[in-house]
């Protein structure tokens, strides 16, 4: 009873950790294009309870993205999960607000309620990790070891700051997976109930993750082979499943007239899976640019650590390497391959606990491994941490503007959607001088010390093009990526709850801190 009573403990003081750790190094303004339409469908829902657009409210999007559905309004391609766990948000700060007022403290307000969003859900990721490394039968200590090196030395850091689908979709296909475990080590049918649940709901999020489904089936049959784990997969999983499959059914159906048809046939989506698989797997693995393990270095311990984690957990090892290999092989495939424009490679989030996880034997083993080993082990986590920082601090969408401005120039281009995306696809994520981490640590430099910002590009080492005249450029100043820093240093609102609340966010956060530490401390010396 104690020790469950203390590991609900530590559970709750993760939680509210990295939910405050997340929200205080949080954004300062939403980003254009997916982000914004999602969020722009989640607004409507909560205004009308209407999933369609009437033709003037979308006379500025993409083409790509809207189809006029049976109704005569207008709908996104994009899926409803996203916009389903933002809602809750807008109606809290509804609540608090009221309905919406054309004032910047109400836009600001609402921002940070929607950046709560992200927040939370990537707490709860490092949540999952934390109990899953429980369920394998790693440490106590090797469990928060791995959830502080997922939560901090992942992409997981950086896209907390992001209303992006994968987001949602990585903690949903995680908590699928983690249910799918405890099914089996405990014979509850509700955790397979829980699994259908969170697996369905990541097909609604990204119709993508539906690979992930028969992975999980085989894996159930494969550890409880019985007549009983039959039957409960049909009811208990199966039907969870299968009402998300209908709701996703009958999305597609009042948008394209076929609850079979989901939206990304049309436009430059019909180019489909049409890039040649090794430029694909070169490019998300192996490239400059877009290299997963570029984005998240401690993957590499994770990659070396694999065999020793089969050993001990071979079923489990197994589906997990299934879910890296279908996510890699299918987004290689596709046409916009690198997931642009966002740090590292968006469409490989969901693989990253998975790397992780396999770090556990490496951990649990530290005391038995050499000096020279433990330094170079330290060296790639610290080398991973550093990486997350230079995602955390600048605005993604920076460095790739001003990259456009020189590759436009070879090109004659203003960067047009789409040929700016196929020059990123084929050049750009291959030039070690233009990759976003090159280019993020360049701005970082300028945000600690201002100078002329045209001084020292990183595409200088190819050839010395100048910047043309951006806003950023004059100024020589790159703002924070942080939503303290949106707002005017003196202002009411400033004064009044910006700063008293990226106070208290980062107080809780080293408060909540100290309590895992304390709590480790004690463990331990309970131990000795």
């Not at 391609?77 to 389903?84: D, H």
């Not at 290299?291 to 270095?297: G, H, M």
């Not at 047009?416 to 291959?430: G, I, K, R």
Request: proline share 5%; aromatic share 18%; net charge positive.
């Amino acid at each position: 009873m104690k020790i469950w009573r203390r590991s609900n403990s530590i559970q709750l003081s993760l939680l509210f950790f990295f939910v405050s750790f997340y929200f205080f190094t949080n954004a300062g303004w939403y980003l254009p294009g997916d982000e914004l339409t999602m969020l722009k469908v989640a607004k409507k829902m909560v205004s009308t309870s209407y999933l369609g657009f009437r033709l003037e409210e979308t006379s500025s999007e993409a083409e790509d993205d809207l189809v006029k559905g049976r109704s005569g309004l207008y709908y996104y391609k994009y899926g409803l999960g996203q916009s389903l766990v933002e809602s809750p948000f807008l109606l809290l700060h509804q609540t608090f607000f009221g309905w919406s007022k054309p004032d910047f403290d109400y836009s600001m307000s609402e921002l940070l309620f929607v950046l709560l969003c992200p927040s939370l859900v990537s707490a709860v990721g490092c949540i999952l990790i934390f109990n899953l490394s429980n369920l394998l039968g790693f440490s106590r200590k090797t469990s928060l070891g791995l959830a502080f090196v997922y939560g901090l030395g992942t992409m997981a850091w950086p896209y907390s700051k992001s209303l992006l689908s994968e987001t949602t979709l990585n903690v949903a296909v995680l908590g699928g997976v983690y249910a799918a475990i405890s099914y089996c080590e405990t014979a509850s049918r509700r955790w397979l109930a829980l699994s259908g649940m969170f697996l369905g709901f990541s097909f609604i999020t990204k119709n993508v993750s539906a690979v992930v489904i028969p992975l999980v089936i085989t894996y159930l049959l494969a550890r409880v082979p019985t007549r009983r784990t039959l039957g409960d997969l049909i009811g208990w999983f199966g039907i969870p499943l299968l009402l998300f499959f209908g709701v996703q059914g009958y999305y597609n159906d009042i948008r394209y007239d076929s609850a079979l048809e989901f939206g990304y046939g049309f436009g430059w989506d019909h180019l489909g899976f049409s890039t040649p698989l090794s430029v694909g797997l070169w490019g998300l693995l192996l490239s400059p640019g877009k290299s997963f393990f570029l984005y998240s270095p401690v993957a590499l311990l994770g990659l070396f650590s694999f065999p020793r984690f089969l050993e001990g957990r071979k079923k489990e090892g197994l589906m997990f390497l299934g879910i890296v290999l279908v996510f890699v092989l299918i987004h290689a495939r596709w046409w916009a391959w690198s997931g642009d424009r966002a740090w590292g490679p968006r469409f490989l989030l969901p693989i990253t606990p998975y790397f992780v996880l396999f770090l556990g034997g490496l951990i649990n083993t530290w005391r038995k491994r050499s000096a020279f080993h433990q330094k170079i082990c330290l060296l790639v986590v610290g080398a991973s941490l550093f990486v997350q920082l230079l995602g955390v601090a600048v605005d993604p969408h920076l460095f790739p503007k001003h990259r456009m401005q020189w590759v436009g120039n070879l090109v004659k281009s203003d960067g047009d959607f789409p040929l700016s995306l196929f020059l990123d696809l084929s050049y750009v994520h291959f030039n070690p001088e233009l990759s976003h981490i090159m280019g993020n640590y360049w701005l970082l430099k300028h945000m600690l010390f201002p100078y002329d910002l045209r001084s020292d590009p990183p595409w200088k080492m190819v050839e010395n093009f100048e910047l043309t005249n951006s806003r950023p450029a004059q100024e020589d100043k790159v703002v924070p990526f942080w939503w303290p820093v949106s707002f005017p240093l003196i202002s009411s609102p400033s004064w009044k709850w910006v700063f008293p609340l990226a106070a208290f966010s980062l107080l809780m956060a080293v408060f909540w801190g100290l309590r895992i530490w304390a709590a480790n401390c004690k463990e331990r010396g309970t131990r000795l």
